[in-house]
């Protein structure tokens, strides 16, 4: 496996923040997307993908001199997953402030993942050091679609981070039940939660999703949305500390979304969001 490493300056076909966003009707195709019947089953607080379970191992030890950063000198953990810039990869981009390295287990830990990184690039900005990596299919060279791998790449990347930079938990969701350091604030989901659909083009919408992180996020969106027959093309998925932002461009037969459509999309994304979380063994 080739890996070109670049000690500054992410290539035009990489940079998140100048992308132009592509059609890629082959997205989410596998066995989720353009099958709304069929169901998907993840545990919540398990972290449960594809018959695999990812529990994050953190470790006291592992901070630096035995003592805790405060709070406020702790920067916010971004993981971004970006299917729209680039047609041939996904691409991944991790910032935490200036504290990360290169990374090297995260790549050993994707590649385990049945994942390769094809290219891995490093920038240093006034906003941290920016860590892309393009990811394609080990078994098939092609860009990850498949909702269930996609969100085994977020846990996996926010296990390492919470590994190796403890620290990091205070600012992320999964610090509450994985991490040594709790959340610094505890977030409403009602307040944290909001949706919007846009006209995007004749043929698609764009749907936008804030709202409180949680394992299996990525697969529970995928799911509500196809189950109403709403095809997903392409999207961006983004951890902000203790926030998840998605965007997704989508289709209903190869259109845009009609206004009572876009408005049962909401309704059924609001609605399961803002339920609570209750195990059915509890009853």
Avoid: W
């Amino acid at each position: 496996m080739a890996v070109a490493m670049v000690s500054c300056g992410i290539p035009t076909s990489l940079k998140l923040i100048e992308k132009q966003p592509i059609s890629t009707p082959g997205f989410f195709n596998g066995s989720l997307a353009l099958n709304p019947v069929q169901k998907l089953h993840i545990t919540p607080k398990r972290l449960a993908l594809s018959g695999s379970t990812i529990i994050p191992k953190v470790s006291v030890t592992a901070v630096e001199d035995g003592s805790s950063q405060e709070t406020a000198a702790v920067p916010t953990p971004k993981v971004v997953i970006d299917l729209d810039s680039d047609p041939e990869a996904t691409i991944v981009e991790v910032t935490f402030g200036d504290r990360l390295g290169a990374l090297l287990d995260t790549m050993n830990a994707l590649k385990n993942l049945g994942l390769n990184v094809v290219k891995a690039n490093v920038c240093l900005d006034s906003s941290g050091k920016h860590n892309t990596f393009a990811i394609t299919k080990a078994s098939t060279g092609r860009k990850v679609d498949d909702p269930e791998l996609l969100e085994a790449i977020r846990l996996t990347i926010i296990n390492n981070m919470m590994e190796y930079h403890p620290e990091s938990s205070s600012r992320l969701a999964m610090g509450e039940a994985f991490g040594v350091f709790q959340p610094y604030q505890k977030i409403d989901v009602d307040i944290a939660t909001h949706i919007h659909v846009y006209d995007d083009a004749p043929e698609r919408s764009l749907l936008c999703v804030e709202t409180v992180d949680r394992p299996g996020l990525i697969v529970d969106l995928v799911k509500i949305i196809t189950d109403i027959n709403v095809d997903v093309e392409s999207g961006e998925f983004d951890t902000e500390g203790l926030l998840a932002k998605a965007k997704f461009h989508v289709n209903y037969k190869g259109k845009a979304l009609i206004k009572p459509l876009q408005q049962v999309l909401a309704n059924s994304l609001r609605y399961f969001l803002r339920r609570p979380t209750t195990e059915d063994a509890s009853f």
